[in-house]
């Protein structure tokens, strides 16, 4: 069963601006993670977030967590073409096992 | 480090037909997973190993999917026999955790693209 769930589903925008994309989810969680998938390849880990921090960065990359909403969100400042991809919320159903919402497909126009 | 490996990376198969996919995952890593994406669709938990045991096959369809990991190291998935709704990318992602596997990011392979006819 799918936990994460993010929003919006499609998102274009121009180079340079800035990207938003959301996640929520149904249970406690003690991390969320958000990972990028290229077209035709696999799955890249990019942050991981956990449930006692509020936000995190990491070079253009700026997530934050709002466990009382269960919620997330991803920023990706002053996007690059190179950004376009499917990008997917992840959260523990337990300990080990994570299980992926259906993502979104972020396009960056030059 | 090198990254996990999976081969092939296309395969074109005929309905009732078997095929199997290889999974090479990071060194040392404990934890290793399969999972199944559709096109569209987020990645689906197929089957999670902890060294060469099994953890979690609750969403693996036993009467025609079947997976091993000896020795702890590589992996294998098959299907015997594939079915339309089997088309799909299969990925194998590897984690250095166990219990608390997910803690830690998850490393994914380039993934396996197979399509039934």
């Known amino acids: 069963s799918q936990q994460g769930e993010e929003d919006p589903q499609a998102l274009s925008i121009q180079e340079g601006e800035n990207a938003t994309m959301n996640c929520s989810y149904k249970?406690?969680?003690?991390?969320l993670q958000w990972y990028r998938q290229n077209s035709g390849r696999g799955l890249v880990h990019l942050i991981l977030?956990?449930?006692?921090?509020r936000e995190k960065h990491s070079g253009r990359l700026r997530v934050t967590l709002d466990t009382s909403k269960k919620s997330s969100s991803l920023l990706i400042t002053a996007s690059r073409a190179a950004d376009t991809a499917s990008y997917f919320c992840?959260?523990?159903?337990?300990?080990?096992?994570?299980?992926f919402g259906k993502g979104i497909t972020l396009s960056v126009r030059p | 480090e090198a990254g996990v490996a999976q081969s092939p990376r296309y395969k074109i198969i005929e309905k009732r037909q078997s095929v199997a996919f290889w999974c090479n995952p990071i060194s040392g890593h404990a934890t290793l997973y399969w999972y199944q994406q559709i096109l569209g669709q987020g990645p689906k938990l197929l089957i999670q190993f902890q060294n060469n045991g099994v953890v979690d096959d609750s969403q693996l369809p036993k009467d025609r999917f079947s997976a091993e990991r000896l020795k702890g190291v590589d992996s294998t998935l098959k299907i015997q026999p594939a079915k339309l709704e089997d088309s799909a990318v299969y990925l194998c992602?590897?984690?250095?955790?166990?219990?608390?596997?997910?803690?830690?990011?998850?490393?994914f392979g380039s993934g396996t693209r197979l399509t039934v006819v």
């Open positions: 977030i956990r449930s006692n921090e």
């Open positions: 992602a590897s984690s250095p955790g166990g219990q608390g596997a997910s803690f830690y990011g998850y490393t």
């Open positions: 992840a959260t523990p159903i337990q300990l080990s096992k994570l299980t």
């Open positions: 249970t406690s969680i003690n991390n």
